[in-house]
């Protein structure tokens, strides 16, 4: 397995040479990227970017391989305009940095971009996934956001959010075994609290050996035995939301 002892990894494993299928576009007053299929649906994503901001092309060929499967993506600049994360930068300044990014206040850019997607590109039926930061702001928006009908959570901080379990939509939960940034004793306690308080469908996934960010590693190459696990990861990530979207 990788070995990360950084605050977030999702970086590794980049291949920063894709640029993606879709297009950059103007959502009043933030940037986003899009991605559409090539035949009409009511269907739509919004992907929530982790740390390293919307541009990043890992988080990019998610939104691709969602409109593969028949779903508008749109993956909007959640930090508006503030500057995203960058590897090259000093990790001792990482927590000042991320308190000026709460994942907990981004309502007003997601009632944006629901806009956009009804009047727009006509979908109906909008659905939301998250990586790491933007794990967490999915169980945010699980929580209380009425327009969205499901999410997917992937390794998203717990403890951001750890004392609000009582989702209002079908979430799931993807983490990996051997995060150094979610200790599993995290997911056991979410599972035990969403059992107590949720009354809508969610599941909690552990997946075998998995580091921090392995479901968006485009570099599915770099440890061949991670490759099945996160081809897992998307599949199921998809089956979920072919599920309740």
């Known amino acids: 397995m990788a070995n990360e002892s950084r605050p977030c990894p999702c970086d590794i494993g980049d291949r920063f040479d894709y640029g993606g299928r879709g297009q950059e576009v103007q959502v009043e007053h933030i940037k986003a990227y899009v991605c559409k299929p090539s035949y009409s649906t009511d269907k739509a994503v919004i992907v929530i970017h982790d740390i390293f901001g919307w541009q990043l092309p890992n988080t990019r060929y998610i939104a691709d391989m969602l409109t593969a499967n028949g779903y508008i993506a749109i993956c909007p600049d959640c930090f508006v305009g503030q500057e995203a994360w960058k590897p090259s930068n000093d990790w001792a300044t990482f927590d000042d940095w991320v308190k000026t990014r ?68 079908p979430t799931f939960f993807i983490f990996g075994e051997k995060d150094d940034i979610i200790p599993l004793e995290q997911v056991t306690s979410l599972e035990q609290k969403l059992k107590q308080n949720c009354k809508v469908d969610y599941e909690v996934k552990i997946y075998p050996g998995q580091t921090h960010g392995f479901v968006h590693r485009k570099r599915e190459d770099i440890n061949p035995q991670d490759k099945p696990y996160i081809e897992e990861g998307r599949k199921d990530m998809i089956n979920w939301l072919n599920k309740y979207l």
């Not at 007003?108 to 939301?128: F, P, S, T």
């Not at 009425?146 to 998203?156: C, D």
Request: net charge positive; hydrophobic share 40%; charged share 25%.
């Open 102 to 169: 709460d994942a907990g206040k981004i309502d007003k850019e997601i009632d944006v971009v629901l806009k956009y997607l009804r009047d727009q590109c006509g979908a109906k039926k909008i659905g939301v996934i998250g990586f790491c930061w933007g794990g967490a702001a999915v169980q945010h928006l699980m929580l209380k956001n009425p327009h969205l009908k499901t999410g997917v959570s992937l390794y998203g901080v717990i403890r951001r959010f750890e004392d609000r379990y009582s989702l209002l939509h």
